[in-house]
């Protein structure tokens, strides 16, 4: 194993957390062997979104796969099926927000983990008994049912390609100058060289994770799905795509073109966005070229 | 309601994307009030289809056409120049759109890849759902 992977897998064994009882859920979680089906609901409000991928974990490697390509993840790197592998030189010390409690308990369904933010319930894990494996997991937003995640096993292990044969990891570059911000109540590390002359930053609290791109102004985004015309604080130039586990918010400011992609609920997404430059508000011949054509 | 109301006539122009025509055929499943709207659509859209054609009389657009005038040389210099200021104007009315438009592409693929990527460094990270994460296809 190479040096850089071999620093990687050392900082996930040694990395602290201030939720012992989920991250050792996830940990047992991590360690699993499985194969099967993944179904995503997500309740979003321009109607519902379905999607079902075929998963597998084992030895470390986990990978995910739908009709139009797969990507793996394991010790610190994320492969593409275009050969192409990416890995960060940051780790964020990962602390579990204080606005978050736990409470786990053995049910008929297996381990439960639910995670409350305030009173509601925030989000909830549901794990095998005897494999440890992830079974359901339930995001909620302002007491509805966001999210749904379900996990349907096939009654093998599909074998993951040998190390050997994966590429060597693209490292990501760390800016200089870091300009994005930071968000309450969200840990963050360093800022990193985006495609075109964009920024990157990844931002967690310990449940939900998601990164801020920052792209010159002309710069558009090509291959999302089922996107949608939303607005933030009444003001439209927004446009939202829900997939299976992320919602991708684009739009463009007068300056710039920014994404925030990640597993937030829309009440936080709702948040992150608003401490964000707003777009650009279209002139009246880009409002009429968009009655007009679309 | 749906935001943007033309995506309905776009609909029933079935110039959608099966993406789209699946997310609008769910909502208008779910609303009444843009069910309505589509149905006067559907139904405008026949009546309009369904009027008979008709020849028009002989001599109607020699009866539209303005008087002839009698062209002099100034007036023929200048009148060459309405045509051409009109397709400069459109020039520089899709330039205008073309410029302020995008140059550079990025492939959402490349986005999902670099913020999932992040998430794969991450300690305690639930090893599963990185990979999940970083398919945007």
Known sequence: MSALLASLVLALTFAPSASPELAELFSTANESEFSGRQLSVTFADEGTVTDIRH????????????????????FGVLYDDDNTAMASPDSIEMVFSDRYEVSVETTDRGIEATVYEGEPVRARFVFDVESGALAMTEVFSEGELFRLQMFIPDPYVTPMPPMGDMAEPEMMVEVASPRLPAFEGYQTGAEFEAEAGGVHRFYTDGLFRFSVFVFPRDTTISGMDSVYDANYFGRDGYYRSYGPSMTTVTWQSSEETFIVTGNLPPDHLTTVVSQLPEPE???WLAKMWSKLFG | ???????????????????????????????????????????????VRGLPLLNPPAGIFEDMLPPAEIVTERSVRYRWMVPVAAAMVAVVVAVGVITTSASVDIPMQRVAVQHAAGSAAQPDVLLISVPIEGIAR
């Open chain 1, 281 to 283: 508000p279209k002139s």
């Open chain 1, 55 to 74: 998963v597998a974990q084992s030895k470390g490697m986990a990978m995910a796969e739908t009709n139009k390509g797969a990507t793996m993840a394991g």
């Open chain 2, 1 to 47: 309601m749906i935001e943007d109301p033309t995506l309905l006539s776009a609909h029933l122009d079935g110039e959608l994307t099966n993406t789209e025509a699946n997310a609008i055929e769910l909502h208008l499943a779910a609303c009444t009030e843009c069910r309505k709207e589509f149905d006067e659509l559907r139904q405008a859209r026949a009546a």
